[in-house]
């Protein structure tokens, strides 16, 4: 490989990540900045050029990405999850689908002027969502959990379905000069669905059967999945063409459905990994298009366009939550929000090239007329999505609440003033007294280990952004910091060490740092010292600093009698204070310290020296 080659290369990991680093800053979902580099690196300047840059591996690159994507997304379908929504998501990957398609088959014919073959296939593309931009978009919308869950679900499962419905009306265009088109199209039909769904279930069964049994050990969990991902996907293609993005979705449902497997790192691996492959897949293909065709083909596409938007998706949804319990707000949301991704622009790219060699001139006309719809989906609706959720009421809240572990008085004092300011508090804890009192103060509880399979089930964490570990059992806080680390992020984990912990913090029987979180308002605080304080009558005070009292003159002020816990700053956001922050409150902000009353300060300060 030359040097230029693999400059690409490298070049198209780190602007990926870069595309999804900005995306996460300002809000937006990261394949809008996807394609705009995509577009800038390839038409625009030349600079990129996949077919040249991959030659003929390109596509099996793309295919192979693509099931990975595919089988992360089905790793995470519980069927727990949609309990009442199971209707809802059938319908709209089966005739809903269908409805869909054909909607979308009508208006490419009579505004873009393809023959209905060509436009049939284009419909069947255009049914797919799917997770590489329904999961980005609903980290950046966060709508309620049942308009979520229907989403999450129809995006993972539609895909290989809606490539399945491609597959058949390909084959039904290059065998409809033959004698038996129909006997052939259910042939296919068919092979694929026999393939797909056996090989899946057999390799999902096996695998989990392997893990759950301990026969692969740990450090090749990660390795020996991915493979077999690989070895289904292609064995799967083998047999039946175009059968392996079914047989890997259906390998992800059965091992995340399968009890007592541990996915739970398979899955973290695999989300990395998805996430690497879609920023590259969505800057190569992207960087493939050509500009010219998308200027030939007019405004018919607009109009393609706005029936996918206002009449295809509202009739699909529509038809398929009649008789749900879904509200009419969140049927509303989810006829709004149905981009077109990955799937949808592989497959156009693989279809037309295909019928361009057999001579369907028309057929290089869906790879521009395909990126159209996938841009102005994704544009449209990433832009107006959020604040259509929160016009209509179901968008989840900013995640500016906490989960508290332990419900004891510090937990409690602490719950209490951070409530006070507007911030939402759960404090969990197995001990009833603790749990009765939070309860009293006014303080929303969960009774029971945070950590348990029912918190699992019923601790509700919308709006919730931090953990805080209060547990005066240290190993509490550290199980739940390695529990919660995943979802809520390493940097939003916290923990109160034990005084024993901060007495042998380097002592051979202490948690290594990396898996306790990080350590809660400074070196030398546990919930020794916190509950001692307390009990001493200290309490949560609240300052706010000004130019001429800034954070010197408040420590000068209170010395050695306060411990800072938190500072909000003038736009409410809650900063805590920790032994590895290096937060300096500033004019404006508000310190939250735990402060003794003036007459014990010179008892406390005694008692510490004897101890010493």
């Not at 030359?2 to 394949?31: D, M, T, Y």
């Not at 049994?213 to 064995?235: C, K, M, Q, R």
């Not at 090239?353 to 790879?367: K, T």
Request: glycine letters at 10%; one cysteine or more.
């Amino acid at each position: 490989m030359n040097e230029s080659a693999l400059f690409a290369i490298a070049a198209i990991g780190v602007l990926g990540v870069l595309c999804q680093w900005i995306a996460w800053r300002v809000k937006l979902p990261a394949i809008l900045f996807l394609l705009v580099v995509g577009i800038l690196l390839g038409p625009i300047t030349g600079w990129l050029n996949p077919d040249r840059l991959f030659g003929n591996l390109l596509f099996p690159l793309v295919s192979l990405a693509v099931a990975v994507i595919l089988f992360e997304g089905s790793l995470t379908l519980r069927l727990g999850e949609i309990r009442g929504l199971e209707r809802v998501v059938r319908n709209l990957v089966s005739f809903g689908l269908l409805v869909s398609g054909t909607v979308t088959a009508v208006a490419a014919h009579w505004l873009v002027g393809l023959d209905w073959p060509l436009a049939a296939l284009f419909g069947a593309m255009m049914t797919v969502t799917g997770p590489t931009v329904i999961i980005p978009m609903l980290r950046t919308v966060r709508p309620n959990a049942a308009v979520s869950k229907a989403l999450r679900w129809e995006g993972i499962v539609i895909d290989p379905i809606g490539a399945l419905l491609a597959v058949v009306i390909y084959e039904f265009i290059i065998s409809s000069q033959g004698a038996n088109a129909v006997g052939h199209l259910i042939e296919t039909f068919a092979l694929i669905l026999f393939v797909g769904g056996t090989l899946g279930v057999l390799a999902g069964y096996l695998l989990g059967l392997l893990l759950r049994h301990y026969l692969i050990p740990e450090y090749l969990h990660n390795v020996a999945t991915l493979s077999t991902v690989f070895a289904v996907f292609a064995g799967a293609d083998m047999l039946a063409p175009e059968s392996g993005l079914l047989a890997v979705t259906v390998m992800g449902m059965w091992l995340a459905n399968m009890k007592r497997i541990p996915v739970e790192a398979i899955l973290d691996f695999k989300e990395s990994l998805s996430m690497f492959f879609i920023s590259g897949l969505f800057i190569i293909l992207a960087a493939r298009l050509n500009l010219g065709q998308m200027m030939q083909i007019g405004w018919g596409a607009l109009g393609v366009l706005v029936v996918l938007q206002l009449v295809s998706r509202p009739l699909k949804v529509w038809l398929s939550t009649l008789g749900s319990p879904l509200t009419g707000r969140e049927r509303v949301l989810l006829a709004w929000i149905g981009p077109r991704g990955i799937i949808a622009a592989a497959v156009s790219a693989l279809f037309a090239l295909r019928l361009s060699e057999l001579g369907y001139q028309d057929a290089n006309r869906l790879v521009p007329l395909t990126f159209l719809v996938i841009i102005g989906t994704v544009v449209l609706q990433s832009l107006t999505a959020r604040p259509f959720a929160r016009f209509l009421g179901i968008a989840e809240p900013e995640p500016r609440g906490l989960l508290i572990v332990g419900a004891n008085p510090v937990a409690r004092a602490i719950g209490r003033a951070l409530q006070k300011r507007g911030f939402h508090v759960i404090l969990a804890d197995s001990y009833w007294e603790h749990v009765k009192s939070a309860r009293m103060d006014g303080l929303s509880t969960y009774y029971g280990n945070p950590v348990s399979e029912h918190a699992d089930r019923h601790l509700d964490l919308i709006g919730i952004g931090r953990l805080l570990g209060l547990s005066p059992q240290g190993d509490l806080n550290v199980l739940a910091a390695q529990y919660y680390r995943r979802e809520l992020g390493q940097q939003s984990v916290y923990t109160l060490p034990t005084s024993s912990e901060n007495e042998q913090r380097r002592h051979k029987h202490t948690v290594a740092a990396e898996f306790r979180g990080r350590p809660l308002f400074g070196d030398d605080a546990s919930y020794r010292k916190l509950q001692s304080l307390v009990s001493q009558g200290a309490e949560i005070r609240a300052t706010t600093l000004t130019e001429n009292f800034a954070h010197e003159d408040w420590l000068k002020k209170h010395g050695g009698r306060a411990l800072p816990l938190f500072a909000i700053t003038p736009k409410g956001e809650l900063r805590v204070f920790t032994a590895d922050s290096e937060t300096r409150p500033g004019a404006d902000w508000t310190i939250l310290a735990l402060t003794l009353p003036p007459e014990v300060e010179g008892e406390t300060a005694a008692d510490d020296a004897a101890s010493a």
